[in-house]
């Protein structure tokens, strides 16, 4: 499964309940839209890094990497090249 | 105390001994006091210029923001008595709150939105202010609240005194009676000044706070600051804790007040070693137990900080003990010893007081206590016995008088800030077709200290779609009452008189769920 499948899937299970894909565009903000509040987004993170083995440092915990599916995707493939 | 006084007179007060200071800070803009007192005239000018009457009810749906505190105070100012919402409520609970509090004048942000449903399921509308962004023509009962700044009518009538009703808090959803907390002003300031003096704040202090002013925590946190000439910056959440640390350090914040999850999620993430926080003398903690393992993880975590361990409840206007944080350690567990004009006393179920170290139900007593619940003499008459609150939680005082907390004896589910009656999830669950019956009750939780977990049996020959009852709460009911478990039983635990056993549903084992 794609990075952007895998994220958005868990992002709409698990917050929105539902497969429905139309209900969250991959660039909505994530808290903005009320889907997810300060421990939703905790989960997020600990589902990023067990996932896709990466760590998520303090630093990196900022909207610009988590506020969309967008963003979440383009941070996740950022840091599996730098793993690579 | 002056008997005269109230928290409008405490804002003024600081708004004379230091006019330029920084009253609230907010996206980068600062108010001053001067300035946030000319809008809270404004907003007095105006109400009563239309007709506010004193005790009038005025309705607040609104984030926390500028244009609350001057709304706020200016509802108060006026002679109102103001009715804080949750805003992030659903309509059917705005709509059931107002309707109880007959609010006739309701501020609202424009970008709620609820908004739209809610002003249509209101008969009679209550004169109705928006607040953000407006392109609406103003009419008698749909005005502008950028446009009531700038008209700054000034109040004619003369202020209330300590004696006169400020407040209702509603503790409770739609399921039931709702439970509307009424408080004087003498309530309110008899705390506010308790609490400014154990806490010792002056005009030099400045707390980042993102505690809804909605709720009674946050509500005295907003009267404190404002009391003591000091300065409050708004944050919008915690959602990512290390920008708010960063905020810390960044405006020198001298305080900062959380519940017990808000330093779970700080401490989790966030090596608060490697911030410059020397500017932070104390931090504060209420809104439901901190474990003595986050306690003393906090500790390490802010050596130079005060660390205040705080208990109170709505019906007290905030506070009820406080734990000096030099008994911090020594005392680990306990919520600590009455505040200023409070008594404290643990008893039996006939009303006798316990002996030290004894459990029984706390009871409290003092210029803080609620003067009832709105329209509702029954449940006023259960809660409040001869001046005394009975709290409904049980604990016990040690030797040296300080209280321990061993539970709640009501049903009330505390996660993170919020408060949670599982009557009012129960409600929206048992809408779901295929559901026969529903329990819902609060488990342990790392962070949040209690989740919402519902236990759900099905109908015969139903299949249950676990995944789409969750769907359903979420779209009627506010996302912190969302269930975060949920499990199928076959049946529910009860009494022979059929009444639910939740204690037993609480000690069925881990949460768990299939969604």
Known sequence: MSIRKSIKSFILRNYLFTDDDSALSDTESLVHAGIVDSTGILELIVHVEEAWGIQVLAEEMVPDNFDSVDRVVDFISRKQQILV | MDSSSTIVDNLRRSVERNPEGCAVSQSGFDLSYSKLWAQVMAVAGHLQGRGLACGDRVALVLKNSTAYIAAYYGALAAGGIVVALNASAKSPDLAQWIRHSGATWLFIDRDNDQSKT???CLDPRPCTVWVGASAATPTDCLQDFDAILAAAEMPTRSAPVGHDLASILYTSGTTGRPKGVLLRHANLLSNTNAIVDYLGLGRDDSSVTVLPFYYSYGNSVLNTHLSAGARISLADNLVYPQ???????????????????????????????????SSLRYVTQAGGSMSPTLTQSLVAALPQCAIFVMYGQTEASARLCYLPPDRLLEKMGSVGVAVQDVRIEVRHDDGRKTNAD???????RGPNVMVGYWRDPVATAATLQDDWLKTGDS???DQDGFLYLVGRRSDIIKAGAHRIHPADVERVIAEVPGVEEVAVVGVDDEVLGQAVKAFVVATPGVSLDLMGIRAHARSQLSSYKVPKYLELVASLPKT???KVRRGELINMGAPKHEA
Do not use: C
Not at chain 2, 358 to 364: K, L, P, R, S, T
């Open chain 2, 358 to 364: 004894e459990i029984g139900e706390v009871w409290a």
């Open chain 2, 118 to 120: 809610l002003l249509d």
């Open chain 2, 496 to 498: 022979s008189s059929g």
């Open chain 2, 395 to 397: 604990g016990y005082q």
């Open chain 2, 243 to 277: 920008l708010l640390v960063q905020r810390l350090v960044d405006e020198r914040s001298t305080g900062f007040a959380g519940v017990s999850s808000t330093y779970s999620l700080l401490l989790s993430r966030v090596r608060l070693a490697d911030y410059d926080l």
